[in-house]
């Protein structure tokens, strides 16, 4: 159990173009899904919180306008990357914390998606 | 605010032997939680151990063990007979007691296991 997907596991896009990333948990609801970014051989580097049903909560210097998370519902939770640079290439990963049993101790990860915008 | 602080970038250790992995941290809080996570190459992050401010006896996971030092700050993660599967990225995060429980990671230190 607990498992979380992301999709897709690498996406390669063109300048401009914007990208979106999908967080899902498959067995247990989550009410609260984080977005990080990991730059090679870094730690990784929470860019936002999103709670089900509300807005997302970004972390100091991330532009929210540029990284739209939307989290519509307990199972899913999407992160759009808008007018993509390449800068913006990156590792992103998801993970997902639920509120009872096993999940409260844990956050379970996604598989990651890495990004390269071209 | 909360600081996790992983001062080895590197480690090596021979394979079957035992390598501890150094954490600290530094919080207000009297109530936090800290992870263990191991990130191969492929990049998923696989949990490993959890230690509550509260637990009076340090975790044990399998080969995975947690020294809990709770005056000191220390959190390090000991892993017993390590294999070549071991290799790794390994992290250790906080996590905020409230509002959003969100964890804070550290830099994180590579292990390399050796035949």
């Known amino acids: 159990g607990a498992v979380v997907s992301q999709h897709p596991s690498r996406v390669i896009c063109k300048s401009g173009t914007s990208v979106k990333i999908e967080c899902r948990s498959l067995?247990?609801?989550?009410?609260?899904m984080f977005w990080y970014r990991q730059f090679p051989k870094k730690s990784l580097m929470l860019m936002a919180t999103?709670?089900?049903?509300?807005?997302?909560?970004?972390e100091q210097g991330v532009e929210k306008d540029k990284f739209l998370i939307n989290h519509a519902s307990l199972t899913l939770s999407t992160l759009t990357v808008t007018s993509a640079h390449p800068e913006d290439s990156s590792f992103y990963i998801c993970?997902?914390?639920?509120?009872?049993?096993?999940?409260?101790?844990?956050?379970?990860f996604g598989p990651g998606t890495r990004l390269t915008v071209l | 605010a909360q600081k996790i602080t992983q001062t080895q970038p590197g480690m090596f250790v021979q394979e079957k032997e035992a390598v501890t992995l150094d954490c600290t941290y530094d919080?207000?809080?009297?109530?936090?939680?800290l992870f263990w996570y191991k990130q191969p190459s492929s990049g998923e992050m696989i949990f490993l151990i959890y230690?509550?401010?509260?637990?009076?006896q340090n975790a044990t996971e399998g080969r995975y063990s947690l020294n809990f030092q709770k005056a000191r700050k220390s959190a390090n993660l000991v892993i017993s007979a390590s294999q070549l599967g071991d290799s790794a990225m390994y992290f250790c995060?906080?996590?905020?007691?409230?509002?959003?429980?969100?964890?804070?990671f550290g830099t994180g230190t590579r292990l390399l296991v050796s035949p």
């Open positions: 993970s997902a914390g639920g509120t009872s049993g096993r999940s409260y101790n844990e956050q379970f």
């Open positions: 067995d247990f609801q989550a009410t609260t």
């Open positions: 999103s709670n089900e049903g509300s807005k997302a909560t970004y």
């Open positions: 919080t207000s809080d009297q109530s936090y939680g």
């Open positions: 230690q509550g401010s509260y637990d009076e």
């Open positions: 995060a906080m996590r905020e007691p409230q509002g959003f429980q969100k964890l804070v």
